[in-house]
């Protein structure tokens, strides 16, 4: 079947676009749903405020792209064969969208996610390289923006991430990465840290309200002040630094 040159703000449905040339192309607010590419290199292609819905993208590589405002309801973005999941370099994903997606071992890497939102997306075995959810308003005023909502981080690589005062409320980070992270001020309620690597990791103000924080060592962070906790968690957390606690 020939392929139909996309357009920008073009509608298409249900078309293989494994084998289009997406190189330098403009397609912004491009909509496309039930398509598939796979094994497809997207090179300096603009897609911003395009519409991906029940999309298959699989062993694909962003490079370069533009996908500002970008959403992505319901795609699929991993390789259950290889284990291998998408490959975004050098790109922005500022006020990008994912719902619903399986973002599975996706290696995101120097790229811009500011005001980013994750929502009960998998982001099982992603990793995050040098991403930056931060954009600078000011010559001294740099705020960061950032939601993975009620998602799947187990064996993420979040090392070294700067998410402070985002949310990520409700999500699995079961076994991930946390090493250096600054989640000060971070929504964490309803976390799941059960093994996950949180050595110097900054959690100053973030709130830890209903999370699982068996394992997590607050002598080990990088910094608790003002940390938000229950009753029912301190006795988890202070047996964790070796004391003993007992009822009054």
């Not at 298959?56 to 390789?79: G, K, Q, S, V």
């Not at 998410?163 to 001020?185: F, K, M, P, Q, V």
Request: charged residues 25%.
């Amino acid at each position: 079947m020939d392929l139909p040159d996309l357009s920008a703000g073009g509608v298409y449905e249900g078309l293989d676009l494994s084998a289009y040339d997406f190189a330098e192309r403009d397609l912004t607010d491009l909509a496309l749903t039930d398509c598939t590419l796979v094994d497809t290199q997207l090179s300096a292609v603009i897609l911003q405020g395009a519409r991906f819905t029940d999309c298959r993208i699989t062993r694909c590589r962003f490079a370069h792209a533009d996908l500002r405002e970008a959403t992505f309801t319901r795609c699929n973005f991993a390789d259950p064969e290889s284990h291998s999941g998408v490959q975004v370099v050098f790109s922005q994903l500022d006020q990008a969208r994912f719902e619903a997606c399986d973002l599975s071992f996706a290696d995101i890497d120097r790229t811009s996610l500011w005001a980013v939102i994750f929502a009960a997306t998998n982001l099982r075995g992603s990793r995050f390289h040098r991403a930056d959810f931060s954009r600078a308003f000011g010559a001294k005023v740099v705020r960061t923006a950032a939601t993975f909502a009620a998602c799947n981080l187990e064996l993420a690589d979040l090392s070294e991430a700067h998410l402070a005062t985002c949310d990520l409320s409700g999500s699995s980070l079961r076994e991930a990465d946390l090493t250096e992270a600054n989640l000060e001020g971070v929504d964490l309620t309803r976390c799941d840290f059960f093994q996950a690597l949180t050595a110097g990791a900054k959690l100053a103000g973030a709130d830890l309200r209903g999370a699982e924080v068996s394992g997590l060592s607050l002598a080990a962070l990088g910094s608790y002040e003002g940390l938000k906790i229950t009753l029912a968690q301190q006795h988890t957390l202070l047996s964790a630094m070796g004391l003993d606690v007992y009822a009054d």
